[in-house]
């Protein structure tokens, strides 16, 4: 007789199978991340490929592009595309650090207050709540002003700790639901600990949605570590694409005609924000049977 232990994982394999047969279907989904690895390898590759550091003066100022410089030079004679190839790998890098610091810490509150409830679930929301009415923008303008150096980690990190409460609230919601189904009322009766029947049991159920998660927490780091950037409280070293757009417009850019040194940033950071919603769009589609294109 099959028991309910050996049911579980053929279900969850066939769950994996039927969701990669409409991933690779989905446009969306592929266009998305499609852009998104474009994006990223040029990102990795491309200071590889061109030689001299992204703030170098050159000899050329307000250059147009051209077969020298792909994406013209500066009023300083900066080359843009060398900006532009370092600006995303900052850009990808503040992502990952500002979105799995806030993924990690809003799924560690979210499993444990909605598994254990009760007195820890108030304390857990509690929390939450006094996070989430703080405003964020506010308190990062202030932590950014008073830092004597400020780095791509350190932006990433403050974003982070900012950024949790909202995915926390989601995943307890999830975990809510999850707690008293019958796999889990049967790993409890076996002996398993909490952070077993969290690990074993309900995380690998809410995968998918825990990823898209990740990725609106990854987007969202990187709206406000470019907004950070713009206003002049980004990195006080290196180059982002927020702070390719923040010296585009202190040295007038835009008054002088010189739209190559504003639009690839500007266009960079549209596009790797955009293309990971699009996907977002596209994994829901994926993972719910009722939104799925037939």
């Known amino acids: 007789m099959t028991t309910l232990q050996e049911t579980e994982p053929r279900e969850q394999e066939g769950v994996r199978r039927e969701a990669l047969h409409f991933a690779v279907r989905n446009g969306k989904l592929m266009a998305g991340f499609g852009i998104v690895v474009v994006l990223l390898v040029l990102g990795l590759a491309g200071p590889l ?30 080359d843009i595309f060398l900006q532009f190839v370092h600006g995303l790998r900052a850009t990808f890098l503040v992502g990952v650090i500002g979105g799995g610091i806030a993924a990690v810490i809003g799924m560690l509150v979210g499993f444990v207050a909605g598994y254990r409830g009760g007195a820890v679930d108030e304390v857990l929301n509690m929390l939450t709540n006094v996070i989430l009415v703080i405003p964020t923008l506010a308190v990062l303008l202030i932590i950014n002003a008073y830092l004597g150096i400020r780095s791509v980690a350190v932006q990433g990190l403050f974003i982070g700790l900012t950024q949790w409460p909202w995915a926390a609230r989601a995943i307890r919601a999830q975990t809510f639901s999850l707690r008293t189904r019958e796999f889990v009322d049967l790993a409890r009766m076996s002996g398993s600990g909490t952070w077993r029947i969290i690990s074993r049991e309900i995380a690998p159920n809410m995968s998918s949605y825990l990823f898209m998660t990740f990725i609106l927490l990854f987007g969202g780091a990187i709206l406000i570590a470019s907004s950070l950037d713009f206003i002049g409280l980004g990195p006080t070293e290196g180059v982002s694409l927020g702070l390719m757009l923040q010296n585009a417009n202190q040295w007038s850019a835009l008054q002088l ?7 690839p940033p500007g266009a960079g950071i549209t596009a790797i924000v955009g293309a990971l919603y699009v996907a977002n769009v596209g994994l829901d589609e994926v993972f719910n049977p009722k939104l799925r294109e037939t």
Request: proline share 11%.
């Open 49 to 78: 490929l061109v030689s001299g550091t992204p703030n170098e003066y050159g000899t050329r100022p307000i250059s147009p592009p051209s077969a020298e410089h792909w994406l013209g030079t500066t009023t300083f004679g900066q």
């Open 257 to 263: 005609g010189m739209w190559w040194w504003f639009v």
